[in-house]
């Protein structure tokens, strides 16, 4: 299991809220409260506007986990792309998607096999890779993922319904500020007919963090 433990954090807790609906200051834990502060100081100086951050937001939550699972797709069925996936995960996603993504975090490919499974968490705040997978749910964020995942993720993993063998290791990922993460899920048996566009409707985005696993397609 590896753990990165000495990092600085970009705190995403403005990404957490619905537009227009902040959550009460009293409500906000203590990273969250820095950044509300910040940014009404920034709006009331005019150096952005809240049309400016509302745009923003916008531009997230139109984020799906559509274009993470064309990239798994894709790596299942072009080995040449899938060794340039995990050679440099975001100039492979930025060269085959089309989006800009160059001048954000490092992404970090890893694939799941049969010796390994994958799991991301961020253990200090909320870190992810969002211009891949959209806004992270809640339960990435919430204290009890984040400091049981790493201490017990086998039993984690079941309360998601996932069943790790146990001669399978799990290695736990912890995202930072400067590095996000994406699981490239082993590709389930029975798809050999399937191209890309099907291929990638499969893809879910738990399985693209690795608290899920893609079930086998049956005739």
Same mark, same amino acid.
């Given at each position: 299991?590896?753990? =990165? &433990?000495?990092?600085?954090?970009?705190?995403?807790?403005?990404? /957490?809220?619905?537009? #227009?609906? !902040?959550?009460?200051?009293?409500?906000?834990?203590?990273?969250?409260?820095?950044?509300?502060?910040?940014?009404?100081?920034?709006?009331?100086?005019?150096?952005?506007?809240?049309? &400016?951050?509302?745009?923003? *937001?916008? &531009?997230?939550?139109? +984020?799906? +986990?559509?274009?993470?699972?064309?990239?798994?797709?894709?790596?299942?069925?072009?080995?040449?792309?899938? *060794?340039?996936?995990?050679?440099?995960?975001?100039?492979?996603?930025?060269?085959?998607?089309?989006?800009?993504?160059?001048?954000?975090?490092?992404?970090?490919?890893?694939?799941?096999?049969?010796?390994?499974?994958?799991?991301?968490?961020? %253990? *200090?705040?909320?870190?992810?890779?969002?211009? *891949?997978?959209?806004?992270?749910?809640?339960?990435?964020?919430?204290?009890?993922?984040? /400091?049981?995942?790493?201490?017990?993720?086998? @039993?984690?993993?079941?309360?998601?319904? %996932?069943?790790?063998? $146990?001669?399978?290791?799990?290695?736990?990922? $912890? /995202? %930072? !500020?400067?590095?996000?993460?994406?699981?490239?899920?082993?590709?389930?048996? #029975?798809? =050999?007919?399937? $191209?890309?566009?099907?291929?990638? +409707?499969?893809?879910?985005? =738990? /399985?693209?963090?690795?608290? @899920?696993?893609?079930?086998?397609?049956? =005739?």
């Amino acid at each position: 299991m590896m753990k =990165d &433990q000495d990092h600085d954090h970009e705190h995403d807790h403005a990404e /957490s809220e619905s537009p #227009g609906h !902040a959550a009460p200051k009293e409500a906000l834990d203590e990273f969250a409260q820095v950044e509300l502060a910040i940014r009404e100081l920034l709006i009331e100086r005019g150096l952005i506007t809240q049309a &400016q951050r509302r745009k923003y *937001l916008d &531009q997230i939550e139109s +984020s799906t +986990s559509m274009l993470g699972a064309r990239l798994v797709a894709k790596a299942w069925t072009a080995p040449d792309f899938r *060794l340039q996936l995990l050679a440099d995960a975001r100039k492979a996603a930025t060269e085959f998607l089309g989006i800009e993504i160059l001048h954000g975090p490092a992404l970090v490919a890893l694939e799941n096999t049969e010796r390994m499974h994958h799991v991301v968490v961020c %253990t *200090l705040c909320s870190c992810y890779p969002k211009a *891949l997978l959209g806004i992270p749910p809640d339960w990435y964020k919430s204290f009890a993922y984040r /400091s049981r995942m790493v201490a017990e993720p086998r @039993s984690v993993l079941a309360q998601f319904g %996932t069943d790790i063998p $146990d001669d399978i290791e799990i290695r736990v990922v $912890d /995202s %930072t !500020a400067d590095l996000r993460y994406l699981v490239i899920p082993r590709r389930p048996t #029975g798809t =050999d007919d399937l $191209d890309e566009s099907k291929l990638a +409707s499969l893809v879910t985005r =738990d /399985s693209m963090i690795g608290v @899920s696993v893609l079930p086998e397609m049956r =005739d």
